[in-house]
């Protein structure tokens, strides 16, 4: 199956840094990439949705200036939490659509990034 | 997007065959209903997919009723490996990333 690989698995940083995630499609292009947080215990919950060559769209209550999304080609999208604070504290994961495959597997997670937030 | 309800918890014991059942009443004529497993600390992984009757992998099977407002996923003969979260999400291909993932249904396995 295809493969989406996410960096860095986990990180650990100072309150008001900022922090990358990468999120990459190793063998498929992928137009549209997807974000989600998940705290302990509690499902993944949808932030944003990552489109190649445009703005990314955010699901209500996310803050954009706060989690800011690039997805500048067809097989690289990041998330960067900016000024950090220990309630950004979380399981961040990608997840990558693909286009033209036959089967039904069309969705492709990353193994997830734990931040936290000192 | 269809709302999806699944049992927050189920326990079993190793070699017994698991069904978890989905509802999504709501479930529009263009969805299909995909089932993923994730372990704690990783991203979900995809397990099976399926429209309408039933869908058999190597790894499960998914019942889905005639009125498509439930499925089933089944496990057979589980092992202590196959303890993790599962969740059932409903969209069409269109929407895929979008769906919304419920709270899934932990699955114990004891030995």
């Known amino acids: 199956g295809a493969v989406v690989s996410q960096h860095p698995s986990w990180v650990i940083c100072k309150s008001g840094t900022s922090v990358k995630i990468e999120c990459r499609s190793l063998?498929?292009?992928?137009?549209?990439m997807f974000w989600y947080r998940q705290f302990p215990k509690q499902s993944l919950m949808l932030m944003a949705t990552?489109?190649?060559?445009?703005?990314?769209?955010?699901e209500q209550g996310v803050e954009k200036d706060k989690f800011l999304i690039n997805h500048a080609s067809l097989t690289l999208s990041t998330l960067t939490v900016t000024s950090a604070h220990p309630e950004d504290s979380s399981f961040y994961i990608c997840?990558?659509?693909?286009?033209?495959?036959?089967?039904?597997?069309?969705?492709?997670f990353g193994s997830g990034t734990q931040l936290s937030v000192l | 997007l269809a709302k999806t309800t699944q049992p927050i918890s189920m326990d079993s014991y190793e070699g017994q065959e698991v069904n978890i059942t989905c509802s999504h009443n709501?479930?529009?004529?263009?969805?299909?209903i995909t089932w993923y497993q994730q372990f704690p600390s990783q991203g979900p992984r995809f397990i099976i997919q399926?429209?309408?009757t039933k869908v058999t992998n190597e790894v499960a099977s998914l019942f889905i009723p005639a009125d498509r407002k439930s499925s089933t996923l089944s496990l057979p003969r589980v092992s202590l490996s196959d303890t993790a979260v599962y969740y059932c999400?409903?969209?069409?291909?269109?929407?895929?990333?979008?769906?919304?993932f419920g709270d899934g249904t932990t699955l114990t396995v004891k030995p």
């Open positions: 997840s990558a659509r693909a286009l033209g495959r036959t089967t039904n597997e069309k969705l492709f």
């Open positions: 063998d498929f292009q992928a137009t549209t």
């Open positions: 990552s489109n190649e060559g445009s703005k990314a769209t955010y």
């Open positions: 709501n479930i529009a004529t263009n969805d299909y």
């Open positions: 399926g429209y309408k």
């Open positions: 999400l409903v969209g069409d291909a269109t929407n895929a990333g979008k769906s919304t």
